[in-house]
């Protein structure tokens, strides 16, 4: 990411230019904090801190538990 920019404003940035109205975003760390605060739905994997798990509307299981696929295999 720029220096300034953060992850939140890229994906806003993708989300219009691909004329998409809704958004998952799903992060472990501090710099994923604005994209999550950003995101329509925001998912903290299970290897998280609790700040992040504390931001976010669901957690899943950690990266090594193959988190992204267990939350979207879930929740689609």
Do not use: R, W, Y
Not at 6 to 17: D, F, Q, R
Not at 24 to 45: F, P, Q, R, T, Y
């Amino acid at each position: 990411v720029l220096k300034g920019v953060s992850k939140g404003e890229g994906m806003l940035i993708a989300l219009k230019n691909a004329k998409i109205d809704k958004s998952i975003a799903i992060g472990d760390s501090l710099n994923d904090v604005e994209m999550l605060k950003k995101a329509d739905i925001s998912v903290a994997m299970g290897n998280s801190s609790p700040q992040i798990k504390k931001l976010c509307k669901f957690t899943t299981q950690s990266v090594e538990n193959d988190g992204v696929a267990v939350f979207l295999n879930n929740f689609l």
